[in-house]
């Protein structure tokens, strides 16, 4: 995934933060979403591309490891690609919600698996 982006690009994980910047933070970050979640379902449900910018519209459902809870995002971003097609400047605006607690994983974690 890390090869989509351009060695300095800029990651907003919400458009009121300050930005990630280069492939090393982004690396860093996406690290830490992997390590945290499980039982990840993403669609991309629309995406729009006008000469170098990409907007898509998402969806994602994933299991937070340390609680077990479902939680369920959904969100939009936007994309500006370089001469080669990779992401100089990213942003996205997501919304979460808890909806429920992911029985069989919190088994699984119960029985230490």
């Given at each position: 995934?890390?090869?989509?982006?351009?060695?300095?690009?800029?990651?907003?994980?919400?458009?009121?933060?300050?930005?990630?910047?280069?492939?090393?933070?982004?690396?860093?970050?996406?690290?830490?979403?992997?390590?945290a979640q499980d039982h990840i379902e993403f669609?991309?449900?629309?995406?729009?591309?006008?000469?170098?910018?990409?907007?898509?519209?998402?969806?994602?459902?994933?299991?937070?490891?340390?609680?077990?809870?479902?939680?369920?995002?959904?969100?939009?971003?936007?994309?500006?690609?370089?001469?080669?097609?990779?992401?100089?400047?990213?942003?996205?605006?997501?919304?979460?919600?808890?909806?429920?607690?992911?029985?069989?994983?919190?088994?699984?974690?119960e029985a230490g698996e």
């Amino acid at each position: 995934m890390l090869e989509l982006y351009a060695d300095d690009a800029e990651y907003r994980l919400d458009p009121f933060d300050e930005p990630l910047v280069g492939v090393v933070a982004i690396r860093e970050h996406w690290n830490g979403v992997v390590a945290a979640q499980d039982h990840i379902e993403f669609d991309a449900e629309r995406v729009w591309a006008s000469g170098r910018t990409v907007l898509a519209s998402w969806h994602v459902a994933i299991t937070r490891r340390a609680s077990a809870e479902r939680v369920r995002i959904r969100g939009f971003s936007t994309m500006e690609l370089d001469d080669q097609g990779r992401v100089t400047r990213m942003r996205e605006w997501p919304v979460e919600r808890v909806v429920g607690v992911d029985s069989s994983y919190q088994k699984r974690a119960e029985a230490g698996e």
